[in-house]
């Protein structure tokens, strides 16, 4: 029933995604919309280094530890506090120091405040994740696509609107959102979380073990930090390298290219990031053969799902996004023919990757998306100057499939480990 639920409302968030990309592509043309989407890339780029793997670190540490958990509270405030003011002054920087005068360093420091939604919206998704609230955190997490496709109407109502009105949107949407979750941020800090799966709660546990310093909460998150902070790099530098190197139109392709396989990775992101994450981290510390059973299944049933998608894009596709996007958009249907050799790989490589957030092995997972990011700025920085679109493109192939090689080696390098430690705890 859960992941029923958070499949509909998965998909209706994709939904509103691609119909709010497809009506901005169409009223803003691809130089104007590649602007925009670019400082966008940029700005949700950097947005990870705001809290820097706490997010996922929570998880873990509530599965293992239980109630007692509570005590890694304080410090993670106040080290989100820091990590946060650093994101911001990292993007109003290139904004005022590097950033064009054409509207980028003004979509650029209007966006800012996306940095707080993403940062607000993972932290109240995770508190309800850990309480099992699955339906609110799924109705939480369509207000900013749903807010997002209302921008796009009203763009679409009166055409005389212009990228800047949808960038200030954009960027008064993410305040308020980030504003609307101080009420239950504020009972998160303060413990007042309805923690599932580990009993009635205790106070024994908390008060029996010492609180943790910022440097000790570094020491336990650098990981997570890392990977989150990687991972948008892996993703989005394409569009903003095409931008500095070819120019906006450019961009603007690429962008609708990555808008649909934003919306098709949402499945195996809702399902092992959503849902199964806490789940996971608490199986892995205390019931290893349920934790076992469901990644192997995983795996095989995530592959198949990605192939049958991949197969219905490249059917559908040609005929598709020229009747949703427009004639102007005809060449990203070239894009997504390339771009569709990645999502099996994508699906398997998430559903692989979820052995990799247990315990102390996330720094595998580090590596291999350190190698693909590497993969894909050196990928980019070849193939955009010798073919433009599709040279990003199969730059992306590459570097998924690194990543999925990566994550396949350090899976292996994990189950390895944990056979040695099974055979000398028997010895």
Known sequence: MTVSMLGVATAIGALMV??????????????????????????TMLAPLAGFGLTQFRLKVYGVEGWAANRWLKPSMRFTVVTTLLATAMVVAWALAAAPRDGTRFSLLVLTPVILSVLTVNLVSSKLRLEDRYTRMALNQMVIPGSRLAVALGLLLVPQLTGRFVALSYGAISLLVALSAIPQIRTMFRGEIALKGHGPRTTAAATSIATPGVAEVWSQAWAYGVYAALYP?????????????????????????????????????????????GKLHRWAAHDKPKFRLVYRKGNFAMFALGLAISAAMVLLGPWLIPMIFG?????????????????????????????????????????????????AIAGNVLLIPMFDELGAAWATVAAETVLLAGTYYGVRRFTRMQRDDDDGDSG
Request: aromatic residues 12%; proline residues 2%.
């Open 233 to 277: 790099v892996f993703f989005q530098i394409s569009t903003i390298l095409i931008k500095y190197i070819r120019g906006d139109a450019q961009a603007g392709m690429y962008a609708i290219a990555l808008a649909v396989m934003t919306a098709i990775y949402l499945i195996p992101a809702t399902i092992y990031q959503k849902f199964l994450l």
């Open 18 to 43: 691609f119909l709010t990309q497809a009506l901005l592509a169409r009223q803003m043309g691809p130089a104007e919309y590649g602007l925009f989407a670019s400082s966008l890339a940029t700005v």
């Open 327 to 375: 004639e102007q958009y005809r060449r990203v249907v070239a894009i997504l023919m390339v771009l569709a050799v990645c999502i099996p790989i994508r699906f398997l490589s998430t559903a692989m990757g979820s052995a990799l957030l247990t315990e102390n092995h996330m720094r595998f997972r580090v590596y291999a998306m350190a190698m693909a990011t590497f993969t």
